[in-house]
C-alpha cells in the first residue's frame, strides 16, 4: 500500500474551521436522531402485549449500551468544539461572480 498523497489546499483558515464546527453540529443532528429512535423503540416493545420481563430488560439493555455509545460521541464532539472555542477569526467577505 502506497502512502496517501495530501495536496494542498486553497481554503481559508477560517472557512475550515467554519466547516470542522458545521461538521459537528450535523453529527450532533444525527446523534439527536438515534436517540430518538431509540426512545420510539422502548416505547414500542413497552406496549407490546404478552411482552416478558426478560424482554423487556433486554431491550432496555440495548438501549442503555446505545445511549452509552451516543454519550462517549458527544463527548468526543465536545472535546472537537473546544479546540476552538478561544478562536475569533474573521472570514473575508465571499465574492460571487
Known sequence: MSM???VPSTTQRCQAITDII?????????????????????????????????QLLSLNA????????????????QMKLEVFKDCACVCPPVVTP
Open 22 to 54: 458545521e461538521s459537528v453540529a450535523l453529527e450532533q443532528t444525527a446523534l439527536s436522531h438515534i436517540l430518538n429512535a431509540e426512545g420510539e423503540k422502548l416505547q414500542k416493545g413497552i406496549a407490546l402485549a404478552g411482552v416478558t420481563n426478560d
Open 62 to 77: 440495548s438501549v442503555s449500551d446505545m445511549v452509552n455509545s451516543i454519550s462517549r460521541l458527544e463527548m468526543l464532539l
Open 4 to 6: 496517501p498523497v495530501i
